[in-house]
Every structure is written in structure tokens, then in C-alpha cells.
């Protein structure tokens, strides 16, 4: 079993800055992908950014030029740097971590945290 760990989330003014973070811990040794998604309520779940082993990165056009999420080598954590934060960027972020390298095998296996709230309010 594999647990994620989000930290780093709260009250933040619009303009502001947050830096979330997530650690894996269990029986993981890495994963393929990390990545946050967020959620507000009525809405689907949205894909925020990702990042692979490799360090390949994805971000949704909405966040781009704002956020940036980085990792730590062997992929076990993942931060998100979310700088001039909007209104609309509210929501419950989530952690994610897809294909997991455990001691001797592989599996696509896929995990997530139990969300951090970020709200952006004046």
C-alpha cells in the first residue's frame, strides 16, 4: 500500500503564493507520474499539472505561466508552486501518484491523497 501526503494548503489573498507538497510513503519506491488535480463542488475533478520520472511536465492552459510543480528524485514527491493565485484557482487540490514501482515489480496502480483546501479570497 502506498500513502499520499498533501501539505501546504490555506487562506491566501488574490496575487498571493502557496507551495503544496506531496510525499509518498509505504511500499513504494517510485512512481511513473505525480500529479495535482483540483475540485471544487458540482464540478468534475481537473487535472492541474503532472510531472513523469523523467521530468516531463504537463499544466492545464489555465495555470500555465503560474504554477510550476517540481519533484524529488526517485519520483516519491511532488510540490506545486502556485504563484499569483486567482479567485478561481479555489478548490481541493489532490495529490496523485499513477504506475508504482514497489520492491521487485510493477504495477498501474494509482493512489490518491486526501486533498488539501486552498481558498483565494480578499
Known amino acids: 500500500q502506498v500513502q499520499l501526503k498533501e501539505a501546504g494548503g490555506g487562506l491566501v489573498q488574490p496575487g498571493g503564493s502557496l507551495r503544496l507538497s506531496c510525499t509518498a510513503s509505504?511500499?513504494?519506491?517510485?512512481?511513473?507520474?505525480m500529479a495535482w488535480y483540483r475540485q471544487v463542488p458540482g464540478r468534475q475533478r481537473e487535472l492541474v499539472a503532472s510531472i513523469s520520472r523523467a521530468g516531463s511536465t504537463t499544466y492545464a492552459d489555465s495555470v500555465k505561466s503560474r504554477f510550476t510543480i517540481s519533484m524529488e528524485s526517485p519520483l516519491t514527491a511532488v510540490y506545486l508552486q502556485m504563484n499569483n493565485l486567482e479567485p478561481s484557482d479555489t478548490a481541493v487540490y489532490y495529490c496523485?501518484?499513477?504506475?508504482?514501482?514497489?520492491?521487485?515489480?510493477?504495477?498501474?496502480?494509482?493512489?490518491w491523497g486526501q486533498g488539501t483546501r486552498v481558498t483565494v479570497s480578499s
Open positions: 509505504g511500499s513504494i519506491v517510485r512512481a511513473n507520474v
Open positions: 496523485n501518484a499513477f504506475g508504482i514501482w514497489y520492491e521487485g515489480y510493477y504495477a498501474n496502480d494509482d493512489y
